[in-house]
């Protein structure tokens, strides 16, 4: 099966700086990757997503970048403001049918 | 708000119980997905369901089980609770099966407490 693996668990930055999340994947087969946001007490939120034959997706502060070489992508968010602080949670489908998750990483975006 | 619903929003039942956690996907979407949710971590898939059928397992323990039916809410059934057991549970859907993959509207969630 596939096992993704995510760092860090906690990040911390002033507000205005960037944050970089990485996660690595097992399987190459993995063909699909989103990017979740998760506030506290709420529903998971789709925030993006990159499938596997394209290196680079942006939308606006966030960008996720994907190396299948190495099996690993990263969400980037620039310019982060307070309102980006909550858990975000990388994803790998696997075998086209079974969704993997990170294990989540908490940012806090310092005002 | 998604469009996914799920009833109820909190439960709280004893040790060895069964419950039923009940989900409405979006409308026209064909996929449910079940997933687990524990205190502080990440989300555990547990069962897919498109169009009546089950699409994929993931971690989903023998004490659960699943089904979607023709109108295409989803219920999944948890019986003989153990304290592990006390999680969020998140039902999403999708338009379609995984292949293109779809994006999944998750729904607010089920608090289970099992006591």
């Known amino acids: 099966g596939e096992n993704v693996e995510q760092h860090p668990s906690t990040l911390s930055v002033q507000e205005g700086d960037s944050a970089v999340i990485k996660c690595t994947y097992s399987d190459s087969a993995s063909n699909y990757f989103p990017w979740y946001k998760q506030e506290l007490g709420k529903r998971p939120q789709l925030i993006i997503d990159i499938r596997s034959n394209v290196g680079e997706k942006k939308d606006q502060r966030i960008a996720v970048t994907l190396n299948k070489t190495a099996k690993h992508f990263s969400l980037h968010i620039t310019e982060t403001q307070p309102e980006d602080s909550a858990v975000y949670f990388c994803?790998?489908?696997?075998?086209?049918?079974?969704?993997?998750f990170g294990s989540g990483t908490k940012l806090n975006v310092k005002p | 708000d998604s469009g996914v619903t799920q009833t109820p929003k909190h439960l709280i039942t004893a040790t060895g119980q069964r419950v039923t956690l009940r989900c409405s996907p979006r409308?026209?979407?064909?996929?449910v997905y079940w997933y687990q949710q524990s205190l502080d971590q990440g989300l555990q898939f547990l069962i897919q369901y498109y169009n009546g059928e089950e699409r994929a397992k993931g971690n989903i323990l023998e004490r659960f089980s699943a089904q979607q039916f023709p109108d295409l809410h989803s219920e999944l059934n948890l019986s003989s609770l153990e304290l592990g057991d006390s999680a969020l549970y998140f039902c999403?859907?999708?338009?379609?099966?995984?292949?293109?993959?779809?994006?999944?509207?998750f729904g607010p969630g089920t608090r289970l407490t099992v006591l």
């Open positions: 999403a859907s999708s338009p379609h099966g995984n292949s293109p993959a779809d994006e999944q509207f």
């Open positions: 994803a790998a489908l696997y075998n086209f049918n079974k969704f993997y």
């Open positions: 409308s026209g979407d064909l996929s």
